[in-house]
């Protein structure tokens, strides 16, 4: 059961059409996704977030990140040595790849550090003023909080 059915979620919400296909995509892509190379993502405060990705064998002038239409894509070529090298065992790989997270919106992409074979991508949310809760004031219909029928006396208060 690999499907998803979207249609309660546009029948009951407006403006998550987005979310809805990127699920689907997810969903669809689940079972292809390559695992090179290893990489983790981590929450490190309440809007701040790190990618940590393996890149033993690329220097920082190999790799490339861009970040386009809320996507972050890393990549890394490396060109290949013409010395005579022979391996008796190859088990550090430097092949080419391309390694793509999709982002939320308002996730923007701070700095990149690499340093000891790993590359940390550091992102945070930022979330713009006119989208954070504001308290609204309520406004009082009489001085006292009573409300005021024109024409009318309230006597139940006189004694």
């Keep these: 059961m690999r499907s998803f059915d979207p249609t309660p979620l546009y029948r009951a919400t407006v403006g998550f059409d987005r979310m809805a296909d990127m699920?689907?995509?997810v969903m669809s892509s689940d079972v292809s996704a390559p695992s090179y190379p290893p990489?983790?993502?981590e929450k490190v405060d309440q809007n701040?977030?790190?990618i940590s990705i393996a890149v033993a064998g690329f220097s920082a002038d190999d790799l490339n990140i861009e970040v386009k239409e809320n996507a972050l894509l890393v990549s890394a070529r490396r060109e290949e040595s013409d010395d005579d090298r022979t391996f008796l065992?190859?088990?550090i790989a430097t092949r080419a790849f391309e390694r793509r997270f999709h982002l939320a919106d308002h996730v923007k992409v701070t700095?990149?550090?690499?340093a000891d074979g790993m590359l940390h991508i550091d992102l945070v949310r930022e979330i713009p003023e006119a989208l954070k809760p504001r308290r609204i004031?309520?406004?009082r219909a009489g001085a006292d909080g009573a409300r005021m029928v024109e024409g009318s006396t309230d006597t139940s208060r006189a004694a």
């Design 23 to 25: 699920l689907d995509r």
């Design 39 to 41: 990489y983790n993502i």
């Design 48 to 50: 701040a977030y790190r």
């Design 89 to 91: 065992h190859r088990g």
């Design 111 to 114: 700095g990149a550090s690499h």
């Design 137 to 139: 004031e309520i406004t």
